[in-house]
């Protein structure tokens, strides 16, 4: 079954067909990281544009490899050293990289809904990296490829989202694909950072983390966002951690089980201690390695719409 659609803005566009055919592809493409030579000939001749107006770490390094491992060709545009920072605006930007005709353009940018007023002025695929508030649907797919891989589900999982959930947009994608998916996503955080409109969605709210990670399958920890605050949402670091962040003492609450989670960059000892991020329920690392796996995916079944999804390289 191919996926349908041109562009991946956000898991709020997706029902669940389309993320578990994502989720299926992905799993299947992990294998090609471990072998000895990984490169494989599926988007040989395609041009991937990677269009970054925020600092990253983990997603544009994933996107680049996932490209170049299906023998893509990638540019990475920065924003630092890029005309814009002689005025061009953003679509005239796009306009002229759309005439280089590329396949795909990946975006990162810190105002929501960049890339869907992108999609409109170019004829290749759009791809959302994270779009200020909004959404960072690929961290959405890997933290649920990572999840299925432990546990062999998402249905039903009690999964604890906590932290600066008011900015976050990986929160955000979360919370669309999790309940899709059939999981009881529990959201937590300070009142200043879990505002009631995260009532709408298909979750529980609660102020106390002892709630929140009280049989917890799945712990999703969140960075406190400190420039996207303009004022303070907390007294004090220590007074965040000793209510929210998550130590040895606060896992014991969650089951014997429990994936402890981050989309990194993690602020250690502010939402997570040392202990329990480099801990033996920690599967931090795994999400990165699984991002190389979902992007792949992503590319493949955007750039290839007529392709299988079974296929096998030698
Ligand atoms: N998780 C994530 O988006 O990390 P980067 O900001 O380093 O890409």
Redesign the pocket.
Known sequence: MPLNRRHLLGIEDLDPVEIELILKTGESFREISARPIKKVPALRGKTIINLFF?????????FEIAAKRLSADTVNFSHSSSSALKGETIIDTVKNLQSMAPDALVV?HPASGIPLVLSKHVKCCVIN??DGMHE?PT?ALLDMMTIREHKQKLKGLKVAIIGDIRHSR?ARSNIYGLTKMGAKVWLCGPPTLLPREFEQFDVRLTWDIREALEKADVAIMLRIQLERQGENFFPSVKEYFDRFGLDRDKLRLAKPDVLVMH???INRGVEISSEVADGEFSVILE??AN?IAVRMALLYLLLLPGASTQVVWD
């Open positions: 925020e600092p990253s770490t983990r997603t544009r390094s994933s990162r990296a994270g960072h961290q990986v989309p990194g960059p999400q990165v991002g």
